[in-house]
């Protein structure tokens, strides 16, 4: 065995700590990312059924704690964020590993930079009563820390036309359809909804009924 170069692992250390480390939170595989001097890529990732190659990164389902992870960040992207994590931090109910990485780092005073730019399709299907609510939402998580890119292009404009507009105030009832649903399966699926509507034979798990009571979102049960 050889003998261990002390230098050679301070200098190493030393490398390691001057690196800023920024985190970035992927909606599926990571993407390569350019090497840059005085920054560290952390990747964490929803797993797919291939893992990623890409040095330090991690599969969100394998964070022990993900609150306390978000806390190592110097600062974290969220690449093609979702709607979801928005929504769960607003609501202060983080259930997802990916929520609960970013509520860690807001929590720690962490800088988190969240790409709405994908959200355009998604956003095009609420009524205008949903998307003034996601307008007020975004303000308090600005002041937390959080940097929105894309939001204004992806939320629809105010000046549609009264036809689209009459068609987005009608009341959203989602249809679930599935047996033992979790809270983590259809909280994205929910939101900004006004009633749940079963298909037959499909359960909700005690968490997500309980979630959805507290939402006051009504749930319709098959006949």
């Known amino acids: ?3 261990l170069n002390i230098s050679e692992i301070a200098v190493l250390v030393c490398d390691m700590l001057s690196k800023k480390r920024v985190g970035f939170l992927w909606d599926g595989l990571p993407k390569p990312l350019p090497e840059v001097a005085g920054f560290s890529w952390v990747h964490y990732y929803r797993r797919t059924d291939t893992a ?4 330090r990164s991690y599969d969100l ?3 022990r704690d993900p609150l306390s992870e978000g806390n190592t960040l110097d600062m974290l992207v969220v690449p093609g964020g979702t709607l979801e994590i928005i929504l769960e931090i607003a609501s202060k109910i983080t259930v997802s590993p990916a929520s609960k990485l970013a509520e860690g780092a807001l929590r720690s005073g962490i800088p988190v930079i969240f790409d709405a730019s994908g959200l355009r399709r998604r956003l095009e299907l609420s009524t205008e009563g949903e998307l003034e609510t996601l307008r007020k939402i975004v303000l308090p998580l600005k002041k937390r ?3 929105f890119m894309g939001l204004e292009s992806a939320l629809p404009s105010r000046t549609e036309n009264a036809e689209t507009a009459g068609e987005r105030t ?3 009832i989602v249809t679930l359809c599935g047996s033992w649903l979790t809270w983590n399966e259809i909280s994205a699926l929910v939101a900004g909804a006004e009633a749940v509507r079963l298909a037959a034979g499909t359960k909700l798990t ?3 009924r309980d979630r959805l009571l507290k939402l006051k979102i ?4 098959a006949l």
């Open 1 to 3: 065995m050889g003998i």
């Open 52 to 55: 990623a190659t890409a040095a």
């Open 61 to 63: 389902a394998s964070l």
């Open 145 to 147: 820390g959080m940097e």
């Open 170 to 172: 009608k009341p959203r």
């Open 206 to 208: 005690p968490e997500s």
């Open 218 to 221: 009504r749930v319709e049960e």
